[in-house]
């Protein structure tokens, strides 16, 4: 090559690199301000003092996070943003956000979150062309630990959350978020000058603070709406378990971009009475297909009747005959006497015997949510359009 060629190959080659090196600091700077865009729309703002920018990363120095009903912002100091790279849909992907250390202090609590990690975070060129309306979407999550004071007490600590969100084949998001341990601190809800607080009963039948670990398991498919949480179960140490599921569908990205239209036009005033109206109307597209509430005790409910009968001066049993027939007395004139009956029973054999207690409803076919808005009116048709039961130690 002559000494020509080479200084010609030499300099396209600086000038291509520069070329390359600018196009991936302007992705990256609008990478930052696209999640300033979608935070925004969700009523939250993020801001930055400056941003410092090294090939396909930056780092957004002095950030926090605002919210319109709080006048105490998140401060999370510096925020990486690793491997940020453009879809052919325009859409930026992420593939790390790091957050090493937030914080948000009131004039009663601090909470503090330590080392947030969010992995394959997908930004969408704009909310209306995204097929999915702008929903976030990520591969995971982790976090270390949060914890919580409150007038300068511990509260609460959670340590060790993780979130793996998958596809599958026919495009449905499956979501599985596990929490390792965490421990609430019941002393520091202890009001001293309050000798009924539900907490002071419950360091009377020892618990002085409460430990356990979550699981949530949960699904998302945006072609039909369905959204259904399989699982959401909190363990509590001595105390027993709590497991939610619940099943609807028409929870569609056009239902999405229709409620979020329906917020930005209220400004954010959920007490707008047009907001509402144009909400419950929307409501419409909802069809419910199950929920269950259900508690495997673990002997807070033996601890809880003693000490009420011991207050009472009765015996256990007495006071389980007195929850039976006041379950059944109060619920009778609105749900008809086969479910007051049904409920008071499932209520005593549950006391009588602590297991579990399960309230689940289940219809024979889809229910449209707006008939929720007729339960008033009518309480026990709905009950029978719903299935709704209660059973205990099933």
């Known amino acids: 090559m002559k000494r020509t060629g080479l200084k010609t190959f030499l300099l396209a080659s600086a000038v291509s690199a520069l070329s390359l090196s600018a196009a991936q600091a302007v992705e990256a700077l609008d990478a930052a301000e ?6 925004a729309e969700q009523q939250t703002q993020l801001t930055y003092e400056s941003a410092d920018v090294d090939g396909d990363d930056v780092v957004l120095r002095g950030a926090k996070l605002s919210f319109e009903e ?3 912002p998140v401060e999370l100091g510096d925020v990486l943003l690793e491997d940020v790279s453009e879809d052919a849909d325009g859409a930026y992907r992420i593939g790390r956000l790091y957050v090493e250390r937030a914080v948000q202090e009131t004039d009663v609590t ?3 979150m330590e080392e947030f990690e969010m992995l394959g975070l997908i930004l969408p060129k704009d909310s209306d ?21 409150l007038y300068d007490q511990d509260l609460l600590l959670v340590e060790n959350v993780t979130t793996r969100v998958t596809v599958d084949a026919d495009g449905a998001f499956r979501n599985v978020t ?7 601190n019941l002393m520091a ?24 670990s979550m699981q949530m398991t949960g699904l998302w498919n945006p072609s039909d709406g369905r959204f259904a949480l399989t699982k959401f179960e909190i363990a509590m140490e001595e105390v027993g378990a709590l497991n939610l599921t619940t099943d609807l569908s028409g929870y569609t990205p056009d239902f999405i971009r229709s409620l979020r239209a329906i917020v930005a036009e209220s400004d954010g005033d959920t007490q707008d009475s047009d907001m509402g109206m144009a909400a419950l109307g929307l409501m419409q597209q909802l069809m419910f297909h199950g929920l269950s509430i259900r508690f495997d005790d673990g002997s807070v409910t033996g ?8 207050e009472q001066g009765v015996e256990p049993g007495v006071l389980i005959q ?6 059944e007395n109060q619920l009778a004139p609105f749900t008809g006497n086969d479910f007051a009956k049904s409920a008071a029973k499932a209520v005593g054999d549950f006391l009588d015997n602590p297991r579990n207690i399960e309230l689940a409803a289940k219809p024979a076919t889809p229910v449209p949510f707006m008939m929720f808005a007729a339960a008033m009116a009518a309480p026990e048709m709905l009950i029978k359009q719903l299935g709704l039961t209660i059973t205990a130690n099933q």
């Open 110 to 112: 601090t909470v503090e």
């Open 129 to 149: 062309s995204d097929p999915f309306a702008g929903v976030t979407r990520y591969d995971a999550v982790n976090i270390a630990t949060i914890e919580a004071d």
């Open 189 to 212: 809800l202890d009001d001293k000058d309050d000798d009924e607080e539900f907490v002071d009963m419950l360091q009377e039948i020892d618990y002085d603070d409460i430990t356990g």
């Open 322 to 327: 007195a929850v039976r027939e006041t379950v």
């Open 178 to 184: 596990e929490v390792e341990s965490f421990n609430i």
């Open 303 to 310: 601890r809880l009747l003693n000490h009420i009968a011991d």
């Open 70 to 72: 709080s006048d105490d």
């Open 34 to 39: 696209r999640l300033k865009g979608i935070l």
